[in-house]
């Protein structure tokens, strides 16, 4: 890309290209070792943190605490209920440490790539454990067909209306949620890499091809370093929406009402 | 030729069709850290918030046994020191008592003490009359014979007859004497 700049030919605006390098080695890529990395960083934090709790807390302990209070309290609870939420802590936890350390990832100097962006990884946590967890504990204390009633029938509708009602839910309940779970991290992070993308290279591009364009360039790159602080903003908010919703699933599989 | 190698690549890849080894290695990514949270770190932060609300429960607990034992110590001073004035008050009223016994005593006693007094006075002065009036009459019979025998000139040396003489004086004079004197 660079070569490609130096000779003054053409801006090429980045593009989907952009998000699958070549491999490293063998068909190991870049998002993989990125995947790998972020769970080891992940397990070290809580492992170290928690080797030796104490019920005063010191610094750090106390910051590995907010994080799965945060996990635990303001998701899980919230959303669960207080009667069924403790055996969710370390699932809504996991996920929510695990999209946000791959997202950050994004930011992060020579990294700079949010793992999410490629939909494999959220699709396999929303598809693969999100969707199965949450049908499974929902006909585990429905029973099968009154799961299914309790999913797909809202209560307080009009019968007239179940006809159109009931596919609708099933669809969504059934098929829809879990790929709008992943979707919907994987377009965000896509996005904005590919913004941070484009205001950067747009910028070099802008600074190394001579001319009058020099004095442009820093416009972009100041766009470049706003939209990072933006972008830090929606990796931590992408990834509390998803654990947010993985958990409201399951808070409504288990809900004697809706 | 690196650019157009790129170019060509992305052309074919599709970014929402997802690779199947990215989901498996996600698939097992995630897994193992979910697997390393729930056997390590969940477990340890619950002992942890337990042991936590076991020591503020406990420290709350300590304090209100504290306060009971503190309020219990206090009603038994409270009684204790009610008994002791009602103890107070009852040997007040028990020496009062004791002393107006006493002094009753001390009165009858003294009474006792004064007839007993006055009834040997009256005894003495009984007897010492008696004697009195015995040597009296002695010697108020010699003095009358006496002035008799020197008035009559005839000397009444006879003792039984002098005796008899005064004695029958006498006895006339306390005749007429008693009824007087009572």
């Given at each position: 890309?660079?070569k490609?700049?130096?000779?003054?030919s053409?801006?090429?605006?980045?593009?989907?290209?952009?998000?699958f390098?070549?491999?490293?080695?063998?068909?190991?890529?870049?998002?993989?070792?990125?995947?790998?990395?972020?769970?080891?960083?992940?397990g070290?934090?809580?492992?170290?943190a928690t080797?030796?709790?104490?019920v005063?807390?010191?610094?750090?302990?106390?910051?590995?605490?907010?994080?799965?209070?945060?996990?635990?309290?303001?998701?899980?609870?919230?959303?669960?209920?207080?009667?069924d939420?403790?055996?969710?802590?370390?699932?809504?936890?996991?996920?929510?440490t695990?999209?946000?350390?791959?997202?950050?990832?994004?930011?992060?100097?020579?990294?700079?790539?949010?793992?999410?962006?490629?939909?494999?990884?959220?699709?396999a946590?929303?598809?693969?454990?999100?969707?199965?967890?949450?049908?499974?504990?929902?006909?585990?204390?429905?029973?099968?067909?009154?799961?299914l009633?309790?999913?797909?029938?809202?209560?307080?509708?009009?019968?007239?209306?179940?006809?159109?009602?009931?596919?609708?839910?099933?669809?969504?309940?059934?098929?829809l949620?879990?790929?709008?779970?992943?979707?919907?991290?994987?377009?965000?992070?896509?996005?904005?890499?590919?913004?941070?993308?484009?205001f950067?290279?747009?910028?070099?591009?802008?600074?190394?091809?001579?001319?009058?364009?020099v004095?442009?360039?820093?416009?972009?790159?100041?766009?470049?370093?706003?939209?990072?602080?933006?972008?830090?903003?929606?990796?931590?908010?992408?990834?509390?929406?998803?654990?947010?919703?993985?958990?409201?699933?399951?808070?409504?599989?288990?809900?004697?009402?809706? | 030729m690196y650019?157009?190698?790129?170019?060509?690549?992305g052309?074919?890849?599709?970014?929402?069709?997802?690779?199947?080894s990215?989901?498996?290695?996600?698939l097992?990514?995630?897994?193992?850290?979910?697997?390393?949270?729930?056997?390590?770190?969940?477990?340890?932060?619950?002992?942890?918030?337990?042991?936590?609300?076991?020591?503020?429960e406990?420290?709350?607990?300590?304090?209100?046994?504290?306060?009971?034992?503190?309020?219990?110590?206090?009603?038994?001073?409270?009684?204790?020191?009610?008994?002791a004035?009602?103890?107070?008050?009852r040997?007040?009223?028990?020496?009062?008592?004791?002393g107006?016994?006493?002094?009753?005593?001390?009165?009858?006693?003294?009474?006792?003490?004064?007839?007993?007094i006055?009834?040997?006075?009256?005894?003495?002065?009984?007897?010492?009359?008696?004697?009195?009036?015995?040597?009296?009459?002695?010697?108020?019979?010699?003095?009358a014979?006496?002035?008799?025998?020197?008035?009559?000139?005839?000397?009444?040396?006879?003792?039984?007859?002098?005796?008899?003489?005064?004695?029958?004086?006498?006895?006339?004079?306390?005749?007429?004497?008693?009824?007087?004197?009572?």
């Amino acid at each position: 890309m660079t070569k490609l700049l130096a000779s003054g030919s053409e801006f090429v605006a980045p593009g989907v290209k952009d998000f699958f390098l070549p491999p490293i080695f063998g068909s190991v890529t870049k998002p993989m070792v990125l995947l790998v990395l972020s769970i080891l960083i992940i397990g070290a934090f809580f492992i170290a943190a928690t080797r030796n709790l104490k019920v005063v807390p010191g610094k750090f302990q106390f910051a590995a605490e907010s994080l799965y209070d945060f996990g635990r309290n303001n998701i899980a609870r919230e959303q669960i209920g207080a009667k069924d939420f403790k055996p969710f802590i370390p699932l809504i936890l996991t996920i929510f440490t695990f999209i946000l350390v791959n997202n950050l990832f994004g930011l992060i100097p020579i990294i700079q790539f949010p793992t999410m962006s490629h939909i494999g990884f959220p699709l396999a946590v929303s598809l693969l454990v999100v969707y199965p967890v949450y049908h499974f504990v929902g006909f585990k204390r429905h029973g099968f067909v009154g799961y299914l009633k309790h999913q797909t029938v809202p209560p307080g509708a009009p019968w007239f209306v179940l006809p159109l009602l009931i596919p609708i839910e099933f669809f969504q309940k059934f098929i829809l949620n879990p790929l709008t779970l992943a979707i919907r991290v994987f377009a965000a992070m896509f996005a904005g890499h590919l913004l941070l993308l484009v205001f950067t290279l747009a910028g070099e591009f802008l600074l190394l091809n001579g001319g009058l364009t020099v004095i442009v360039a820093p416009v972009s790159f100041a766009f470049a370093i706003a939209l990072t602080f933006l972008e830090a903003l929606i990796m931590c908010l992408q990834a509390y929406i998803f654990a947010l919703l993985s958990a409201s699933y399951i808070g409504m599989a288990l809900a004697e009402e809706h | 030729m690196y650019d157009t190698l790129i170019l060509a690549a992305g052309d074919e890849v599709n970014p929402v069709i997802p690779h199947t080894s990215e989901i498996i290695l996600g698939l097992v990514a995630f897994l193992l850290l979910f697997f390393v949270i729930k056997k390590f770190v969940s477990p340890r932060f619950e002992a942890l918030y337990a042991e936590r609300t076991a020591k503020i429960e406990g420290g709350i607990e300590k304090a209100e046994q504290a306060q009971a034992d503190a309020q219990r110590t206090l009603e038994q001073y409270k009684e204790q020191l009610a008994e002791a004035r009602a103890e107070a008050a009852r040997i007040r009223d028990d020496a009062r008592a004791e002393g107006l016994q006493i002094v009753e005593e001390m009165r009858e006693q003294a009474q006792a003490e004064s007839a007993r007094i006055i009834a040997q006075g009256q005894h003495q002065l009984d007897a010492q009359r008696a004697q009195i009036v015995a040597e009296l009459r002695a010697d108020l019979g010699r003095t009358a014979v006496e002035l008799a025998s020197k008035v009559v000139g005839e000397s009444l040396e006879d003792e039984s007859r002098r005796r008899g003489t005064v004695d029958r004086f006498l006895n006339e004079l306390d005749a007429v004497a008693a009824p007087a004197g009572k």
